[in-house]
């Protein structure tokens, strides 16, 4: 049987009609023999016959992660894993009757999709599987903490509610990452201007840089609103922090705060 798997596996080489290297790739496959093409001298200096081996397993064993996973190492076909483990991933996170186990699969799955993306130098597509591993593991920990509240499969208008009303600063940006939203000042200034948790603010300055831009977006959204004493407070400590004099006395005027402020 040896003998007889090596032989044929030596006809893929020769052969260069489609047809009949996917009937040798299913005799190899069904006699577990198919770690013969990966050593064969050709497969490397021939690149048809790499294409032939992958199109084999994706039209005939889609399921067979193992096999691709080692095919697609060997030839450095690092998007194509990716893109494997990256449409897993969706699948169980998009799957509204995901269990925890699941999720947690689905978890890996993303690392190992961000992983690949890495080797391909698609930094962009890795950060984005990272963020969403990050996703979905912050969902099983609110799971897990008894919160009301799911983190896969939310609209636009659900991201938006959960940033206005979520306290930590840290996991709503894991939240905003991983749906696209970039421009945090609007949250910044509902969570610690108006809901009174500077902690928010403190842990946004860990992460950006507050700019010229940033306290341009506070002022914006101070002047749609109905500032409380607490909340002028608030407003005022934030504001401090801008090292433009010109630009906060302007804030202070416009927005009639104490003039000793500006």
Known sequence: AVVSTQSTGELFFESEEYSEMMQICDILYQFDKFSLFLSHVDVERKPHYQVALLTYLQHHHPDDRLKKEAVCKQFKKYAELARMYEARARDMMNDRGSRAERLGECVKMYRKA?????????????MQCVGFARLVGLHLLFKKRGYPVSLVNMSPDDVKSFLYRHSSFYESLIVANAHGVQDMVPFVFRNAVIEDNMDYFEEYRSVYCTDQAFFRGIWGCAKKSRLNETATRNLIVILSRCSNVGLRRSIAQNLSLPTSYS
């Open 114 to 126: 961000a992983c690949f993306y890495k080797l391909d130098n698609a930094f962009d597509k890795q």
